[in-house]
């Protein structure tokens, strides 16, 4: 229910900025019909494409033919002849024609590609990191690990990204025709290949975060009475460690990879913009700049649906990791 | 004589070659032809002629199109490679330099027949040339086509020129699409299946420029589904589409109802084609250096990366710098305090470090020669003047401080210069030109626009300009056709301004000029036109609203395993698409 | 998004400012914290270290301008125009000894003196930007936290919502729309102002959940009800008692969110919507350089370590406070 509600104040609240906004910073609707209009705006053109996109229409009425087109589908003139748009219609960009949906369906792939290796990446080597890291503190070992975390904190992706394909690509020319991406379907191994380094440098950047983190938690809890209370009972360190003190000091991980996954799931935009590559980030920047705002609608609907979706699937995975957690 | 001059002389050649490709640029005796790649080489002389079918040849681009329906785009490099399955009725001559630059008959058996004091032009169908359907191309699957593209709501991508200068229904003809009557737009006939003619409302001795553009490419009524025609193409060239997947490729292959003996035009070497879209810049140059590539589609030239591994190597032999058809400059309006005073643009004029600016766009590679007058050097009517010199193009301080005083602002003043934000060479020079004219105590207000908007909301925007106080604009144009009159008039032409999308940027509306403008349409001679031209330009230049900065040239590069290579000025400097093929 | 999750009382929603959990309850224990703090702090080599560069930063960024050279002036003698990068220096970069840092391909201009005038822009909008945030995320964090019921209800699910949005495109469309001349401000005044509040304006959630879950906490101490039994209005208890002891946290988290900021402020300049040229800031040197890295690799990386270096700099002075105020920390 909440999701819901989530998803619809969303939807109102990007109509109104997107719709709204350039409104209320003193354009016309003639102006916004012009520049759908292609190169040789007319009067007439302008007037057509206002009456074809409804531009003039209160911002209610339009909003209430998107949320009707999400539920029951909506009909396009292309010409000489109507389209219908099956439900749910996200309507079609005034850049492109093309309808919405299948456009983000298209781009998903590219997205969930670069979200699930990266994460996966991430996970392993930054929780284990920062469990080695808390369990040899103060040690050589876990300066150097620390030290490198703080550092990946404290690059900007676009900037690791410049340099590994400045390094990789361009220098030592391991990917000698460029990291484009391939899909998995048509060439699984080229598919992994060209998405190597943008997958370590997104990783890298989480990676450092997910390590210190653990290392703070997993200290935490090995301070805790009940650990003592364990050691104390002569339980052997692997079980305390392994039993005990790992899953108390995982289960915040586990909600902030949830929410993380869910927020890189809606488009890692500066990741796909340094690495050129076609996921739903680079579209809804380019969305955004082109003033195509179906699209943007659509890629933003989708992202929240993301991160409602992972929020949703973290309070799940959440009592089951921790027993104390009741669903409220 | 009421024909363009150069097409006349053609138009013999035409018929006596009927068939044959011997007007289609390759023969020995036009141009020359060479087989050593050298720096430039493509730039005079056709590189690697040849004869061989058969293979692949693979484009690629950074973008996507605009749309690939003929009647729906406005892209040069879009108009240069739909010929590959659209024929228009005259198209542009396969051939370097000035001759590259003449119109050919296509589909149509001679170039048009003007009568009515050019306000009638007749053009008559090849017979027996056939869709890729195997149905045969007749007159009014053109006009159906001139009538969909440019009188319905749906396909705004292309230019208007039709609808402007044909004579409309009474009460306006509102498209094929909502008119469904069959007299469709009553200005066009077909009084039989091969014949087509054109009624206009005003004399236009260019009109066979029109004839040229993708638009009179045939479409077939029944299988039009407006905005995804697209998808759905019905071919009339060699070749056919057999897929477009919006944004990442398209495929062909040869159309088998197409027929050589009815094309003079092409060659149709390679037996399919393949377009990758939406490709790095970066992995298209080195592809195209690598041999994994043939072609950049866009034909903007190579990315600020490969330029010097393109020119500080052995690769420069498989390159050219083709001058393209296109200025870059700045508008200054004279609507805007103080530039009311001719002296101030005058000032402006001479304080402008054109050598700066050019370094700015890209150096003289691919930023372009610097330009002293608003015609480049490549389109028809162009004469070599500058009237504001200055040692070494560097700006002249001495004479700005001049022409300041003479507007009685001798301490300089302050105004606003818009530019496209997005475009980084364009960033670069609106900068460097805010510097150069701060030398002469001009304090220059820099305001960035997107580019999708500038033309709707801001430079676009008389009204815009002058409330806001913006001065100065930022702009680069280049002709739909390379005559004076296809370049100048959209910028020049006082009649010409638009409340939004408007072009005139600098708002310039001088009755000498418009009437000039309308002389020229009237004149048959085409020597005449020219010399109509470069007398508008001389006098824009004398008006000093229009600041040229430079003539576009960009860095092409071609493997070495292309045959038939040759720039055409006609599109300015792209390759010519159609009779590419592979050794 | 979803409904809090009961885990227990007092450790409020686990949530990314987890990292800072005790930091509050331990704050609460008396005025000697600040010495105690102090006196920890000046032990941390790290953070000290962290401290000085941020000053000697600061420091630059305020008087170097005035020492250096300008900004803005060309020197296109020093660059090859046909390659399109400096002539001479080290792979390209132009460094000598009148440029440190190297000069502009194609422009010429000094990078060093770019780069100062860049830490300004970028000091400027991550403090400002902070306070916004971290002003709006404490009265209403504090206000939901003390009061809760609705009131606590009604913010609880704003900060869910602006949790969920996409930030860095709302960032981009919002600075988009801006007209010229806006509240009195125009030109770079009226950008650095946008980026302020787009910037504050959507982080202030962050701040806003901790100072709720603390605040949550503190609201049972028995000084709190004391307060209010002797006829303290909300005022008095929100002000004058709950605030104080939050500032350990909102100090620790200040530290923290102002390079993230940063790092803000740099990708939105990355992606376009930063200051007006020919005015430089880091993101947008490194956007600028993105087309020629190949052939001009100091163009880029020299924003880019200015950035890394700073955004360094703040965290380990956070990291440090964070630890000092933490008695608990080890």
């Known amino acids: 229910m909440g999701a819901v509600v989530m998803l619809v104040i969303v939807s109102m609240v990007t109509f109104g900025i997107f719709f709204q906004l350039p409104k209320l910073a003193g354009q016309t609707t003639d102006q916004l019909a012009a520049s759908y209009v292609g190169k040789a705006p007319t009067a007439e053109a302008i007037a057509d494409v206002k009456e074809r996109l409804g531009l003039d229409d209160p911002l209610a009425v339009q909003y209430g033919r998107f949320v009707k087109g999400v539920f029951t589908g909506q009909d396009f003139s292309n010409g000489p002849s109507v389209e219908h748009c099956a439900a749910p219609c996200l309507g079609y960009s005034f850049r492109t024609n093309e309808p919405v949906l299948p456009t983000l369906l298209d781009r998903a792939p590219v997205t969930l590609s670069l979200?699930?290796?990266?994460?996966?990446?991430?996970?392993?080597?930054?929780?284990?990191?920062?469990?080695?890291?808390?369990?040899?503190?103060?040690?050589?070992?876990?300066?150097?690990?620390?030290?490198?975390?703080?550092?990946?904190?404290?690059?900007?992706?676009?900037?690791?990204?410049?340099?590994?394909?400045?390094?990789?690509?361009?220098?030592?020319?391991?990917?000698?025709?460029?990291?484009?991406?391939?899909?998995?379907?048509?060439?699984?191994?080229?598919?992994?290949?060209?998405?190597?380094?943008?997958?370590?440098?997104?990783?890298?950047?989480?990676?450092?975060?997910?390590?210190?983190?653990?290392?703070?938690?997993?200290?935490?809890?090995?301070?805790?009475?009940?650990?003592?209370?364990?050691?104390?009972?002569?339980?052997?360190?692997?079980?305390?460690?392994?039993?005990?003190?790992?899953?108390?000091?995982?289960?915040?991980?586990?909600?902030?990879?949830?929410?993380?996954?869910?927020?890189?799931?809606?488009?890692?935009?500066?990741?796909?913009?340094?690495?050129?590559?076609?996921?739903?980030?680079?579209?809804?920047?380019?969305?955004?700049?082109?003033?195509?705002?179906?699209?943007?609608?659509?890629?933003?609907?989708?992202?929240?649906?993301?991160?409602?979706?992972?929020?949703?699937?973290?309070?799940?995975?959440?009592?089951?990791?921790?027993?104390?957690?009741r669903l409220g | 004589?009421?024909?363009?001059?150069?097409?006349?002389?053609?138009?013999?050649?035409?018929?006596?070659?009927a068939g044959l490709t011997a007007c289609g640029g390759d023969s020995e005796s036009s141009g020359g032809t060479t087989s050593t790649a050298a720096y430039n080489a493509a730039n005079t002389s056709v590189l690697n002629p040849s004869d061989k079918q058969g293979g692949e040849l693979r484009f690629a681009m950074s973008s996507d199109w605009d749309s690939p329906d003929?009647?729906?785009?406005?892209?040069?490099?879009?108009?240069?490679?739909?010929?590959?399955?659209?024929?228009?009725?005259?198209?542009?001559?396969?051939?370097?330099?000035?001759?590259?630059?003449?119109?050919?008959?296509?589909?149509?058996?001679?170039?048009?027949?003007?009568?009515?004091?050019?306000?009638?032009?007749?053009?008559?169908?090849?017979?027996?040339?056939?869709?890729?359907?195997?149905?045969?191309?007749?007159?009014?699957?053109?006009?159906?086509?001139?009538?969909?593209?440019?009188?319905?709501?749906?396909?705004?991508?292309?230019?208007?020129?039709?609808?402007q200068y044909l004579v409309d229904n009474a009460g306006g003809y509102k498209g094929p699409y909502k008119d469904k009557a069959p007299a469709g737009l009553k200005s066009i006939k077909t009084p039989d299946k091969y014949t087509i003619v054109f009624n206009l409302n005003t004399p236009f001795a260019e009109f066979d420029y029109l004839a040229y553009m993708p638009q009179t490419a045939p479409v077939p009524r029944a299988k039009d589904n407006g905005l995804n025609y697209k998808k759905n193409i019905v071919s009339s060239g060699p070749y056919q589409i057999d897929s477009y997947d919006v944004g990442k490729s398209?495929?062909?292959?040869?159309?088998?109802?197409?027929?050589?003996?009815?094309?003079?035009?092409?060659?149709?070497?390679?037996?399919?084609?393949?377009?990758?879209?939406?490709?790095?810049?970066?992995?298209?140059?080195?592809?195209?250096?690598?041999?994994?590539?043939?072609?950049?589609?866009?034909?903007?030239?190579?990315?600020?990366?490969?330029?010097?591994?393109?020119?500080?190597?052995?690769?420069?032999?498989?390159?050219?710098?083709?001058?393209?058809?296109?200025?870059?400059?700045?508008?200054?309006?004279?609507?805007?305090?103080?530039?009311?005073?001719?002296?101030?643009?005058?000032?402006?004029?001479?304080?402008?470090?054109?050598?700066?600016?050019?370094?700015?766009?890209?150096?003289p590679i691919s930023g372009g020669d610097i330009a002293s007058t608003v015609l480049p050097p490549t389109v028809v009517g162009h004469e070599e003047f500058n009237k504001y010199p200055s040692a070494g193009n560097a700006g002249d301080l001495a004479k700005a401080k001049e022409q300041l005083t003479e507007c009685g602002k001798p301490n300089g003043f302050a105004?606003?210069?818009?530019?496209?934000?997005?475009?980084?060479?364009?960033?670069?020079?609106?900068?460097?030109?805010?510097?150069?004219?701060?030398?002469?105590?001009?304090?220059?207000?820099?305001?960035?626009?997107?580019?999708?908007?500038?033309?709707?909301?801001?430079?676009?925007?008389?009204?815009?300009?002058?409330?806001?106080?913006?001065?100065?604009?930022?702009?680069?144009?280049?002709?739909?056709?390379?005559?004076?009159?296809?370049?100048?008039?959209?910028?020049?032409?006082?009649?010409?301004?638009?409340?939004?999308?408007?072009?005139?940027?600098?708002?310039?509306?001088?009755?000498?000029?418009?009437?000039?403008?309308?002389?020229?349409?009237?004149?048959?001679?085409?020597?005449?036109?020219?010399?109509?031209?470069?007398q508008i330009d001389n006098l824009s230049m004398e008006n000093a609203d229009v600041v040229p900065l430079t003539y576009s040239v960009q860095l092409l590069y071609r493997p070495a395993n292309l045959t038939n290579v040759v720039v055409s000025e006609f599109l300015g400097g792209q390759y010519d698409y159609v009779n590419l093929g592979l050794k | 998004m979803t409904a809090p999750i009961e885990v227990s009382k007092g450790e409020a929603e686990a949530h990314p400012e987890d990292v800072l959990k005790g930091v509050g309850t331990q704050a609460i224990q008396g005025r000697s914290l600040g010495r105690i703090a102090w006196l920890r702090l000046k032990r941390d080599r790290a953070a000290l270290g962290g401290a000085v560069v941020i000053a000697l930063l600061i420091l630059l960024a305020a008087f170097g301008p005035f020492f250096l050279q300008d900004p803005n002036a060309y020197h296109q003698d020093l660059i090859d125009p046909t390659m399109q990068r400096p002539k001479d220096g080290f792979l390209h970069s132009g460094i000598s000894w009148e440029h440190w840092f190297g000069v502009e391909p194609t422009t010429g201009r000094d990078m060093l003196s770019r780069i100062v005038l860049g830490a300004r822009i970028s000091l400027i909008v991550a403090f400002l930007a902070t306070l916004v945030s971290v002003t709006i995320g404490t009265v209403l964090g504090v206000v939901a936290g003390y009061f809760g019921g609705w009131v606590d209800t009604v913010i609880s699910r704003a900060m869910d919502v602006f949790l969920a949005f996409p930030l860095l495109l709302f960032a981009i469309a919002l600075v988009g729309v801006v007209p010229d001349d806006m509240l009195g401000l125009r030109g770079n005044g009226l950008r650095v102002g946008v980026l302020v509040f787009v910037i504050g304006f959507f982080s202030w959630p962050y701040i806003g959940r901790i100072v709720r879950g603390q605040t949550l906490s503190l609201r049972e101490r028995e000084f709190v009800d004391a307060s209010r039994s002797l006829g303290a209005g909300h005022g008095h208890v929100l002000f004058k008692e709950l605030l104080p002891n939050l500032l350990a946290p909102i100090i620790v988290y200040t530290t923290l969110l102002i390079p993230t900021n940063i790092l803000f402020e740099a990708a939105l300049s990355f992606l376009g919507v930063g200051v007006i040229p020919p005015m430089p800031s880091w993101g947008g040197m490194l956007s600028l350089a993105v087309p020629t890295y190949q052939n001009t690799p100091f163009f880029m990386i020299i924003p880019g370590l200015a950035i890394f270096v700073t955004v360094m700099a703040f965290n380990l002075l956070g990291d440090g406070l964070r630890d000092a105020l933490d008695p608990r920390a080890r």
């Open chain 1, 115 to 325: 979200a699930v290796g990266a994460s996966l990446i991430w996970l392993v080597a930054g929780v284990s990191i920062g469990i080695l890291s808390a369990l040899r503190r103060g040690t050589v070992f876990d300066r150097m690990a620390m030290a490198t975390a703080l550092a990946g904190v404290s690059l900007p992706v676009y900037f690791t990204g410049l340099v590994s394909m400045a390094v990789f690509v361009y220098t030592f020319r391991l990917w000698p025709n460029g990291v484009a991406y391939s899909d998995f379907t048509e060439n699984p191994g080229l598919w992994a290949w060209n998405l190597v380094l943008p997958w370590v440098t997104l990783a890298f950047l989480y990676a450092a975060t997910y390590a210190r983190l653990t290392r703070s938690q997993m200290l935490e809890t090995l301070g805790e009475d009940y650990i003592r209370t364990a050691r104390a009972k002569g339980l052997p360190e692997r079980t305390v460690i392994g039993k005990h003190a790992l899953r108390a000091s995982l289960t915040p991980i586990v909600t902030i990879f949830g929410l993380d996954l869910g927020l890189l799931l809606g488009g890692a935009v500066l990741t796909e913009q340094t690495f050129s590559l076609p996921g739903l980030g680079s579209l809804s920047i380019h969305s955004i700049l082109s003033g195509d705002l179906p699209m943007v609608m659509g890629v933003v609907l989708l992202a929240t649906v993301f991160i409602v979706f992972a929020s949703l699937i973290v309070d799940i995975l959440y009592a089951v990791v921790d027993p104390r957690v």
């Open chain 2, 1 to 17: 004589m009421n024909k363009i001059k150069i097409g006349a002389s053609l138009a013999a050649c035409a018929v006596l070659a």
């Open chain 2, 70 to 163: 003929p009647g729906d785009t406005y892209y040069a490099f879009s108009w240069n490679f739909s010929r590959y399955y659209a024929r228009t009725l005259v198209t542009f001559k396969n051939a370097p330099g000035a001759e590259g630059q003449q119109l050919v008959p296509d589909l149509a058996e001679d170039l048009g027949k003007a009568s009515n004091n050019n306000k009638t032009w007749t053009y008559k169908l090849r017979e027996g040339v056939k869709f890729s359907d195997g149905s045969e191309i007749t007159a009014q699957d053109v006009k159906y086509a001139v009538e969909r593209s440019n009188f319905t709501d749906e396909l705004q991508g292309g230019p208007k020129y039709f609808a």
């Open chain 2, 250 to 363: 398209m495929k062909l292959s040869r159309n088998p109802h197409w027929d050589a003996a009815t094309d003079p035009v092409r060659k149709a070497l390679p037996d399919t084609i393949s377009v990758a879209l939406n490709q790095e810049q970066d992995d298209i140059d080195n592809k195209l250096m690598s041999g994994a590539l043939d072609m950049d589609l866009a034909a903007g030239g190579v990315g600020p990366a490969a330029q010097p591994k393109v020119l500080g190597g052995t690769q420069k032999a498989n390159s050219d710098a083709a001058s393209g058809s296109a200025l870059t400059y700045m508008t200054i309006d004279g609507r805007v305090a103080p530039f009311d005073n001719i002296a101030c643009r005058r000032a402006v004029q001479y304080a402008i470090d054109k050598v700066s600016v050019q370094t700015s766009l890209g150096g």
């Open chain 2, 415 to 534: 105004t606003k210069l818009t530019y496209r934000a997005d475009r980084p060479k364009e960033v670069a020079a609106a900068e460097s030109i805010q510097q150069s004219l701060g030398k002469a105590g001009i304090k220059v207000d820099l305001k960035g626009y997107p580019s999708g908007d500038y033309f709707t909301k801001y430079a676009g925007s008389p009204a815009f300009l002058k409330d806001n106080g913006v001065g100065m604009a930022m702009m680069k144009w280049a002709a739909d056709w390379p005559s004076g009159f296809g370049f100048l008039q959209q910028i020049l032409d006082g009649r010409t301004i638009k409340p939004t999308g408007n072009t005139n940027l600098s708002s310039t509306d001088l009755p000498k000029i418009n009437k000039l403008f309308d002389r020229s349409t009237k004149e048959g001679d085409a020597d005449a036109r020219s010399k109509i031209y470069a």
